[in-house]
C-alpha cells in the first residue's frame, strides 16, 4: 500500500509531534450475529493543518473512525487493538470525564446529518453560545459576543440572523451554523462526517470552499469523511480509500487520481465525471457583473431579492421563455 510517509521516518513522527496518530486501531461491534469489525487495522497520522480525506462506500467504517475519535463509540462497540494518539496523548484509556474535556474543546465532529439535528425550539445563536460556555463557563459577556460575531463572520452568516430559529436558515446556512458550532472552542482537530451531503450542488460546493478556507486559516487538522471521491478531493490534501473496514490505499490527492493502484479505487474513479469535458466548462465569473449583484454568493444570478423577469425573450430558436439549461447539466458521464 501507497503511504505519503515512509515507514521508519513516520514511526519517528508518530512518537514525536503528530496531532494525531493512528496505528494498526481495529474495532468491532458485538451484533447478533457476532462480532463485526467494523475497523479493521487501519493507521494513519496528522499534522496540524494537515487534511486528510476518507472515501468510501457506505458501510466501510468511515463515521465508526469518527466516533471512535471522539470517544462516542455505543456501547456495543469494543477496541480491539491498536493505538490513537492525539497531542501525544493516549485516547484509548480515557476515562468518560477525561473525553468531556477533549471533546468539543479539542477535537469537534460535524455530525452525519448535523444539520437536523439542531434544536428546533432555540435560537441558533443560543446553541452555539452554549456550546462555548460548555466549555468556557467563565467567558466574558464581551469575549462571547465578539466570539459569536468571529463565528459567524467565519462561515458567513450574517451576524443578525444569530437570533433566529433553525426552521428560518435555509440548508446550507444550518450547516454553516452546525460548522460554527464545531469550530466554537478552536479545536486543534475537527472531524466531518459528509458535511455537505444533503445540499444541492451548488450550496455544497460554497460550503466545501468555506471548509477549506477556515481549516487554512485556523491551521486546524481536518478529517474529512465522504463516500464522494470528488468531494474528498476538493477539499483534502491526502486521501484514504477505504474498503471492507480496510484502508486500501493511500497518497495524495494527485497519486490517487492519476495513479489509482486499487481496484476499488479505479472503480470509484471510473464511475465519476470525466475530467476531461470540466475543461470545456465555463462557469460564469460572478465577479465581472458587480452591478447586478446583491449578495456576494449569487451574483448575476436570479434570486429572491433580485427575481427572474417576469418577460423573458423568446429564444429565438426554440421558442422557450426560459432561460436555457446551465452548462453543468451537460457533463456526460464517461
Ligand atoms: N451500533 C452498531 N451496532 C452494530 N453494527 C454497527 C453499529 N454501527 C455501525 N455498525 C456497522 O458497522 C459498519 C460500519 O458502519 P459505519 O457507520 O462506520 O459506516 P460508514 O462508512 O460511515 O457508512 P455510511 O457511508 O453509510 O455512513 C456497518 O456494517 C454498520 O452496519
Ligand atoms: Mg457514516
Redesign the pocket.
Known sequence: MRCWIPVCERRGRLNKMSLLSVDNLTIG???QKGL?R??DRISFDLERGDSLGFV????????????ALMGLL?E??EILEGQMRFQARDLVSLTESQWQKIRGAKIAMIF?AAMNALNPVLPVGDQIKEAIVTHQPDISDTDLTDRMKGLFDLVDIPVERMNNYPHEYSGGMKQRAVIAMALACDPALIIA??PTTALDVIVQDQILKEIKTVQQTTRTGLIF?S?DIAVVASVCEKICV?YA?QIVETGTRKEVFTSPRHPYTRMLLSSYLSLDNLNDIKVPDMKESPDQMTDTKNAGLPSPVRPVPMAVPADSQTGSTYPPPTRHSAVIRK
Open positions: 461491534y458485538q451484533t463485526l467494523a475497523v468510501g462506500e457506505s458501510g466501510c467504517g468511515k463515521t465508526t473512525i469518527g466516533m455505543p456495543n462497540a452525519q462526517d459528509e469523511i463516500h477505504m473496514g
